[in-house]
T-cell receptor, first 117, second 113 residues
């Protein structure tokens, strides 16, 4: 299994530009999570999906952020327009959820390091 | 609500020293507990887990025991190596949380030769 695949690994963009981050979860995993990690705030959950449906987007910082999951094997996180304070590492994680007791663990991707200048 | 509290770092140890990183949790129901490790420039990787009280998770010399009476899941290693330098995250998930995990703030460990 190739694991959770994120692209690009690094992105440098100018303020005001649109940025799209991509994630391919592990096949068979039905939950997908987007996190942001910074030195100041640590690891923050932005949004998560169960069975391609957004469940909780309360962590999305503002309307400039949007996320989609058009099918079980692909998700995007878009920032438009980008700002320097969006600079962070963005992680995607997936999980094979099951009812009742949770025994499965998240698998994280390697992350996208975003720098907005 | 459900949450995890872990000791603040950074922690600096000499090689072969004993390591403890404290983690306590608050949860409704019976959570599953996890430790993740993040090496520099990488994503978080599962280190070990325990899914019920008194279970002991172990991996790569690290251990943690799920203690329901003290709501704790402390990470221990008897003899750390330089290669263990990383950030360690405690996490939990509980029934009826919609598959969501709750992470601690992370504890940075540096092991010096």
């Amino acid at each position: 299994d190739a694991g959770v695949i994120q692209s690009p690994r690094h992105e440098v963009t100018e303020m005001g530009q649109e940025v799209t981050l991509r994630c391919k979860p592990i096949s068979g995993h039905n939950s997908l999570f987007w996190y942001r990690q910074t030195m100041m705030r640590g690891l923050e959950l932005l949004i998560y999906f169960n069975n391609n449906v957004p469940i909780d987007d309360s962590g999305m910082p503002e309307d400039r952020f949007s996320a989609k999951m058009p099918n079980a094997s692909f998700s995007t996180l878009k920032i438009q327009p980008s700002e320097p304070r969006d600079s962070a590492v963005y992680f995607c994680a997936s999980l094979r959820g099951d009812r009742g007791r949770r025994t499965e663990a998240y698998t994280f991707g390697s992350g996208t390091r975003l720098t907005v200048v | 609500g459900d949450s995890v509290t872990q000791m603040e770092g950074p922690v600096t140890l000499s090689e072969e020293a004993f390591l403890t990183i404290n983690c306590t949790y608050t949860a409704t129901g019976y959570p599953s507990l996890f430790w993740y490790v993040q090496y520099p420039g990488e994503g978080l990787q599962l280190l070990l887990k325990a899914t019920k009280a008194d279970d002991k998770g172990s991996n790569k010399g690290f251990e943690a025991t799920y203690r329901k009476e003290t709501t704790s899941f402390h990470l221990e290693k008897g003899s750390v190596q330089v290669s263990d330098s990383a950030v360690y995250f405690c996490a939990l998930t509980a029934p009826n949380t919609g598959n969501q995990f709750y992470f601690g703030t992370g504890t940075s460990l540096t092991v010096i030769p």
